[in-house]
C-alpha cells in the first residue's frame, strides 16, 4: 500500500526546492548587481551560492572562493585608521542618503528633467539603502573584531571563511 502522505511531501520538497533555488538566484543576481551599486555584493553573491550549494554542486565548488575574497576584502578594509574611517564614513553616508532619499525632498532648481524623476523610489529604495548602510557597519565592526592587527590578515580572512 502506498501513504498517502508521502505525495505531498514530495510537493512539499518540489516547492522548497523551487523557493530556494528562486532565492538563491536572486541573491546572486542581487549581489552581481551589488558589486557595482552601493551594497554588500560580495555578500549577497556568497549568500546565493550557500543557498544554492544545497542543491547544486557547481555552486558549492564556486562558494569557497567567493567566501574567501568576502573575507580578504573585509579584513583589508580594516588594516589602516584612513581605510577604517573612510568605510564608516561611507557606510554612515549611505544611511543619511537613505533617509534623505525616503524624506525626498523638493528637487532643486538646477534639475534638469521632471519633478517625478528626482529621487525615484522613495522609501523603498531609501530602506535599501539604510540597509546597506547597517550591514556595511556591521560587517566593518566583525572585521575590526576578527582581522585588525592580525600578522597575516589575508591569511585570518582565509581561514575565518572556510571555519564559517
Known amino acids: ?5 508521502s505525495g505531498r511531501s514530495r510537493s512539499a520538497d518540489a516547492v522548497r526546492r523551487i523557493a530556494a533555488t528562486i532565492l538563491g538566484w536572486f541573491l546572486v543576481l542581487a549581489g552581481i548587481a551589488a558589486l557595482v551599486l552601493p551594497g554588500p555584493g560580495l555578500l549577497l553573491l556568497a549568500a546565493g551560492l550557500a ?10 565548488r564556486r ?4 567566501k574567501v575574497a568576502a573575507f ?3 579584513a583589508d578594509g580594516v588594516q589602516t585608521w584612513p581605510r577604517i574611517v573612510a568605510s564608516v564614513f561611507g557606510a554612515l553616508a549611505l544611511g ?6 525616503g524624506l525626498r525632498p523638493d528637487a532643486p532648481q538646477i534639475w534638469p528633467l521632471a519633478d517625478r524623476y528626482w529621487l ?15 550591514i ?13 592587527g592580525v600578522p597575516d590578515p589575508e591569511a585570518a580572512a582565509a581561514r575565518a571563511a572556510r571555519e564559517d
Not at 543619511?96 to 532619499?101: D, T, Y
Open 120 to 134: 525615484i523610489g522613495g522609501w523603498g529604495t531609501g530602506a535599501t539603502l539604510i540597509l546597506s548602510s547597517l
Open 72 to 74: 580578504k576584502t573585509a
Open 96 to 101: 543619511a542618503l537613505g533617509v534623505v532619499w
Open 51 to 60: 543557498v544554492l550549494s544545497q542543491q547544486y554542486e557547481w555552486a558549492e
Open 63 to 66: 562558494l569557497e572562493p567567493v
Open 136 to 148: 556595511a557597519l556591521t560587517v566593518i565592526g566583525y572585521s575590526f573584531r576578527h582581522f585588525r
Open 1 to 5: 500500500m502506498s501513504d498517502p502522505t
